[in-house]
Each structure stands twice: as structure tokens, then as C-alpha cells.
């Protein structure tokens, strides 16, 4: 059916297909992963690939996740699509897709309660163990979809399955360092404006978030991309200080950056192992 590109008739079919085998999390994390990246590229139109984006994004979270509650593995492809999908770089209507979310799909700041379905407000979800721990200022901008992506990730890594959990813990990661370098929306109608730019505010509760992950994904790595963010905020503070806001945003900060993460860990790879027991 979707070779002849009669794509609602296919997904109402794999609707039936998932329904028959409800408890079977790889039904649902293919039937959404095909739609958010199959499906939604074939349309020309910004707002019918964001539609298809939303869909895949809804099975996952409104009949996946119901009928496999524990199931870490729906988490971590939840937190995908809102952090590869829509955060990241891969669709050409990435833009456009950061955008209509900033404008549907989450508030702006604060320790607010994003827009789930009504079945998982009556849950004990943990939003506010989440923004207690990891956001107690208000500071995580919800237009930013990496904050979501970040709260289901940590969803999925506090389940009991260790691998899985392995799996979040580094979606996690990737999320709180997305959150710190371009996680501070501006945000716009009129004229149509999405901007991101370094969260410094965030910054002490993502350094916890990412020791929590390194507890299940690795220590050392994780030290050492919080010895490179406290570089980053030392050099995007400055950039503040003498009022050069556009360049947190440019490609020389982008590059020292870079270069600093490949320097530690070239240095890493140089020491011997006295240097090493030493440190």
C-alpha cells in the first residue's frame, strides 16, 4: 500500500496489525519510526510532514507506551524522534518542524506540565520529580523539543532493563548537551522566528543530569563532556559580557568547541597508564 502511495490505508492496516499484538513494543516502534521518517518525507508541504511527524509521535506516546508501560526501549525511540527528528539537523523541514512544535505542542518555561493525553495525567509520571531534580529554576525552555525528548529518556533509564535503560541513559546525554548549547528558545509568530541559543540558566541542573546518566552509561565520558561544557559556558559567557550575542551562535565557536572535545580526548589517548592512576 505504500509503494502505490496510498499511505492512510496502510497505516489504518498496521493500526489493526499493532492492535492484534498490542504487547509487541517492535510494532510500534516501526510503525512510528515509519511514519515520522518514511511517510512524512514523501509530502512536498512543511505542515503535511509535520503532520505525519505528530502522528508517529502520537502512537508511540498515546497506544504504544499504554499498552507497554515499562518498556524502555518505546522511550528511548520517543526521545528519538524529538531529538533527531524534530532537534536535529537530518530533515531539510527540520525548521519548520521546530517551529510549529514551539507553537502546538509544548509552553514556554517553568515547571508547567507539557501537553500529554488525559489517561497519562492521571499517572504518577514524575514530571515534578522530573523538574524538581533537573530543572528547579523554571529554566528548561518546553518550545526546545529536546526538553521532552530529555523527560522521556529519563522515563525509559530508571526502568529495570539494564541495556535499554544503557540505551535512554545516552539519549539523555545527548539531550541535556543539546539543552545547554542551543536550548534557550526566541520564539516568534510575527514574524515567523525560532532562534536557538545556549540555556546557560539550565546549566547546574543538566551537569546533575548528566552524572545521573553516567551512573548507567559511563562515568568517564560524561566527566569529561562537563569539563567541555564548563568551557563552553566560560567562552558563552564572555560572549555575553561584551555583548556579542550573535556569536555564541557562530561557526568559530562551533569550531573551538569541537576542537576542544577532540584535544581532551587526544590527550587521554596519549597518556600512559602511571599519568592515568595519577589523575
Do not use: H
Given at each position: 500500500?505504500?509503494?502505490?502511495?496510498?499511505?492512510?490505508?496502510?497505516v489504518q492496516l498496521a493500526d489493526w496489525v499493532a492492535k492484534l499484538e498490542p504487547e509487541s513494543p517492535e510494532i510500534w516502534a516501526y510503525l512510528a519510526w515509519n511514519m515520522a521518517y518514511n511517510i512524512s518525507i514523501v509530502f512536498p508541504d512543511p505542515p503535511?510532514?509535520?503532520?505525519?511527524?505528530?502522528?508517529?509521535?502520537r502512537l508511540l506516546r498515546d497506544d504504544g507506551l499504554r499498552y507497554n508501560p515499562n518498556n524502555p526501549r518505546l522511550f528511548s525511540e520517543l526521545a528519538l524522534i524529538y531529538q533527531h527528528k524534530i532537534g536535529g539537523p537530518l530533515d531539510d523541514y527540520g525548521a519548520?518542524?521546530?517551529?510549529?512544535?514551539?507553537?502546538?505542542?509544548?509552553?514556554?518555561t517553568g515547571n508547567g506540565i507539557p501537553p500529554v493525553p488525559d489517561y497519562m495525567r492521571a499517572e504518577t509520571l514524575g514530571w515534578e520529580e522530573?523538574?524538581?531534580?533537573y530543572d528547579p529554576e523554571g529554566a528548561l525552555d518546553w518550545r526546545?523539543?529536546?526538553a521532552m525528548a530529555?523527560?522521556?529518556?529519563?522515563?525509559?533509564?530508571?526502568?529495570?532493563?539494564?541495556?535499554?535503560?544503557?540505551?535512554?541513559?545516552?539519549?539523555?546525554v545527548h539531550c541535556a548537551i543539546d539543552l545547554f548549547r542551543r536550548g534557550r528558545v526566541v520564539y516568534s509568530t510575527k514574524p515567523l522566528t525560532?532562534?536557538?541559543?545556549?540555556?546557560?540558566?539550565?546549566?547546574?541542573?543538566?551537569?546533575?543530569?548528566?552524572?545521573?546518566?553516567?551512573?548507567?552509561?559511563?562515568?568517564?565520558?560524561?566527566?569529561?563532556?562537563?569539563?567541555?561544557m564548563d568551557d563552553e559556558m566560560k567562552m558563552f559567557s564572555f560572549a555575553l559580557e561584551n555583548r556579542k550575542p550573535f556569536a555564541l551562535a557562530s561557526a568559530d565557536v562551533k569550531d573551538a568547541i569541537?576542537?576542544?572535545?577532540r584535544q581532551r580526548f587526544q590527550n587521554k589517548r596519549r597518556r600512559g597508564p602511571e599519568e592515568k592512576q595519577r589523575d
Open positions: 500500500l505504500q509503494d502505490r502511495e496510498r499511505y492512510c490505508e496502510g503535511d510532514r509535520w503532520r505525519w511527524v505528530q502522528n508517529g509521535l519548520p518542524y521546530r517551529w510549529y512544535y514551539a507553537q502546538t505542542n509544548a509552553p514556554a522530573f523538574n524538581r531534580r526546545a523539543p529536546e530529555a523527560y522521556w529518556a529519563w522515563r525509559g533509564m530508571r526502568l529495570d532493563s539494564p541495556f535499554q535503560a544503557r540505551q535512554c541513559a545516552r539519549m539523555f525560532y532562534l536557538r541559543l545556549p540555556n546557560l540558566a539550565a546549566g547546574e541542573g543538566l551537569r546533575r543530569a548528566l552524572n545521573d546518566a553516567g551512573k548507567l552509561f559511563d562515568d568517564e565520558v560524561v566527566n569529561a563532556i562537563i569539563r567541555v569541537e576542537r576542544s572535545v
